[in-house]
């Protein structure tokens, strides 16, 4: 049932909007018909009694296959973070039945926080099998969410993502890496072709493709051209890292003799299908490529500092005309699910740039147009998400308006950034479903989740172990490359304080 008539809420539209209206919302179809007080209207009510009804929020950027992993590592800088994560040397399948379970944990934890709408960058460890894809997609179908799903693979051998790497490895280990199980791009290619024709459009539009090369440098150009065309031919994003780190600025020097972001506008691949995943080490000729490109910038805030990467120069990408929205990234990098946290360190991290122009800090209103303005720009769906307006998807969070952080209330919009952290989400609306009632799913049985989980939590646990032991035996060059990239100049830094 996508119809639904929402009485008494206090609404606040959009990013734009300064107050609460209060006014009833009827939704038919999973589309918003009208929103006016009074309405009267046959068929299923909710009744708000005054709570505070927001757009649905939007994850611009996860990657779901780290949903097992929360809490499992220290801080580690992202190439040795990945080690443990998408470990080189792996083999084996995964299974669907628990890549199900997986997807649905994180979908579950999203939705009952008011995130409406995510963007999974879906990597395979070690290969990307049509029964994965199937899992994660329908999972999403089932949980009531909206979703766009890529999948993450790299196609190059692993030290050939990285500078000086090949050259500090033993050669048994390079060796190791050469035979690893390695996807192709046709292999790859077959796969978006599945994905696209089983689940772009799936559960009435909820489930859309799109694509992504991970990163430029663990593709090939050929792959990162086949990519593009997808993503024009059906109007897809197409996700891409982009400097992360200090050491993937020191790879674009050292292998394509340019920045990554001059590299990928190089290939023409640069457009505003793209969204570009971090961009942190980027400098004012990046920034202006950027601007020019209608790309958008996926900023993860929490994981970027969890990882030692750095802080991404905020104001300056506005300045540049750069749209930006608003990731957690992963379970393993945030260690949450939770957009509210990422949502409040955007608002306040980029005052650790400092000096007197603190007029350039985020606004409020600005976090929130990245969240949902932004996430809405990246997502490139037809119906308008991320404002409350007639015609647009009926993705909506309820919150209780008595929560802690509207007492009192003196600015809605700076009580979102700044005072609520996710617990105030009371129901939650996806398509003009209600999928999360009274903080309870409708869509997704939670005891059999957990039992689905617990069931296999200590096989979880002792695979963690193994992975620590694996990473082990790589992390020693793995440290003298960061050591390496850090130590060499760059001309600008993101690392801030020391
Ligand atoms: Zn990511």
Known sequence: MRDLLIRNGNLLLSAAAETLVSADILIRDGRIAQITA?????????DVGGDIVVPGLINAHLHSPGNFMRGTLEGLPLEVFMLYEVPPIASGAEDPAEVRIR????????????????????????????????????????????????????IVVEYEKYPFLADLLPDDIRQSMDTAPRETAA?????????????????????AAAVSCSAAQ??????????????????????????????????GDVKYGMSLVRYLDSLGILDAHMLVIHAIWIDEADMAILGASGATVAHNPVCNLRLGSGVMPFRALRDAG???????????????????????LAGIVHAIAGGSDYAGWP???????????????AMRR?????????GAAADLAVLDHTAPGFLPLHDIRRALVLCEAGRAVRHTIVDGCVVVRDGHLTTVDEDQLR???????????????ALRDGAARLEPYYRQMVERAAATDVGFTRWVGR
Not at 451 to 465: H, K, N
Request: charged residues 20%; negative net charge; glycine residues 8%.
């Open 38 to 46: 009074g309405i009267t209207a046959d068929g299923p009510v909710l």
């Open 103 to 154: 997807t649905l944990l994180g979908a579950a934890e999203m939705l009952k926080l008011g995130i409406t709408s995510v963007m999974d960058d879906a990597f395979f460890v070690p290969l990307t099998q049509t029964t994965t894809i199937d899992a994660i997609a329908g999972a999403y179908a089932d949980s009531g969410m909206r979703a766009t799903l890529a999948l993450d693979q790299p």
């Open 187 to 207: 292999g790859m290619l077959a796969h978006y072709d599945h994905l696209i024709t089983r689940w772009h459009g799936a559960a009435d539009g909820r489930i």
């Open 218 to 251: 663990r593709a090939t150009p050929d792959y990162l051209h086949s990519l593009h065309a997808l993503a024009k031919t059906h109007d897809l994003p197409f996700f891409c890292h982009v400097l992360e780190t200090k050491l993937q600025r020191v790879l």
């Open 322 to 344: 750069v749209p930006i929205c608003l990731g957690t990234d992963e379970a393993v990098s945030d260690d949450s699910h939770n957009l509210w946290g990422a949502i409040k």
């Open 363 to 377: 606004k409020a209103a600005e976090i929130l147009s990245a969240l949902w303005d932004g996430g809405a720009r």
């Open 382 to 390: 037809p119906e308008p998400l991320g404002r409350i307006e007639v």
């Open 451 to 465: 039992a689905d989980l617990a069931r296999i939590e200590p096989r979880l646990r002792t695979e963690a172990v």
